[in-house]
Antibody
Framework: EVQLLQSGGGLVQPGGSLRLSCAASGFTFSSFAMSWVRQAPGKGLEWVSPISGSGDSTHYADSVKGRFTISRDNSKNILYLQMNSLRAEDTAVYYC?????????????????WGQGTLVTVSS | SYVLTQAPSVSVAPGQTARITCGGNNIESKNVHWYQQKPGQAPVLVVYDDSDRPSGIPERFSGSNAGNTATLTISRVEAGDEADYYCQVWDISSEHYVFGTGTKVTVL
């Protein structure tokens, strides 16, 4: 059974940092791309960042580029999102999601399994 | 950047057909994926690559994509289909995934 177990959310002050983790099990982790998607309270889904199965391809939404870093440890089956210089507008539930494809791009992007979500609140 | 436009809401009676549209420039050239999200829950993939269904998704859910509009069709709507629905594509020019604005489906 595929499982994505998230951890690392919480309350952080503006300008602070936080690292989210997503522990995967039930599938060959390195064979699939992964993504982070967020949802601000009462709002729609916003894609944040994907990473290919090998980890050599990453992309970022303009809203987080230069502040967030996605990475993965294929030996431990864990996906990460390092979030720096956090702003109030980063407040959201963050989801990790498994792609059906090992790559990022036009032939990929169908997220067939999702984590439970973790709330990040940026406030003083 | 590429924009996907969805109607904010759709209402449908039980047993009828709901059609949820996703508008984007030449969207037929892209692979469109659809997600269902119920309150307080993570999204669920219901259609991928325009018209394919993941295992476990009822045949009542189907998708199509032509011109500037992709459509998710829910046949024989049930009360349990009440949820928000989002479309998603990859925008090759910006190298971004893009989600639609979302459509709330209400079962009357």
């Amino acid at each position: 059974e595929v499982q994505l177990l998230q951890s690392g959310g919480g309350l952080v002050q503006p300008g602070g940092s936080l690292r989210l983790s997503c522990a995967a099990s039930g599938f060959t982790f390195s064979s699939f791309a992964m993504s982070w998607v967020r949802q601000a309270p009462g709002k729609g889904l916003e894609w944040v960042s994907p990473i290919s199965g090998s980890g050599d391809s990453t992309h970022y939404a303009d809203s987080v580029k230069g502040r967030f870093t996605i990475s993965r440890d294929n030996s431990k089956n864990i996906l990460y999102l390092q979030m720096n210089s956090l702003r109030a507008e980063d407040t959201a539930v963050y989801y990790c999601a498994k792609d059906r494809s090992p790559e990022v791009g036009a032939a990929a992007g169908a997220f067939d399994y999702w984590g439970q979500g973790t709330l990040v609140t940026v406030s003083s | 950047s590429y924009v996907l436009t969805q109607a904010p809401s759709v209402s449908v009676a039980p047993g009828q057909t709901a059609r949820i549209t996703c508008g984007g420039n030449n969207i037929e050239s892209k692979n469109v994926h659809w997600y269902q999200q119920k309150p307080g829950q993570a999204p669920v993939l219901v259609v991928y690559d325009d018209s394919d269904r993941p295992s476990g998704i009822p045949e009542r859910f189907s998708g199509s994509n032509a011109g500037n509009t992709a459509t998710l069709t829910i046949s024989r709507v049930e009360a349990g289909d009440e949820a928000d629905y989002y479309c998603q594509v990859w925008d090759i020019s910006s190298e971004h995934y893009v989600f639609g604005t979302g459509t709330k489906v209400t079962v009357l």
